[in-house]
């Protein structure tokens, strides 16, 4: 996939966990764990939203693109 979620690299660095992360965002913790790991297919904006107000952090800080081989 192009698109990388570098989820886990904020969430380390602002020393959250999966489940904090997860109530302040308002979804479940098997949803968030889907979009940490890399396997989902699509972010809504008003997720993304919120996990960047959580976060404290811009949307490029978490989203990267990479052009495949």
């Keep these: 996939m192009a698109i990388i979620v570098n ?7 602002r020393k959250v966990s999966l489940s904090e992360l997860a109530i302040k965002v308002g979804i479940t913790n098997s949803n968030l764990s889907i979009l940490k790991t890399n396997k989902a297919k699509a972010i809504r904006f008003s997720t993304l939203e919120a996990i960047c107000k959580a976060l404290q952090c811009q949307p490029g800080d978490i989203l990267e693109y990479r052009e495949e081989n």
């Design 7 to 13: 989820l886990d690299v904020m969430m380390a660095k």
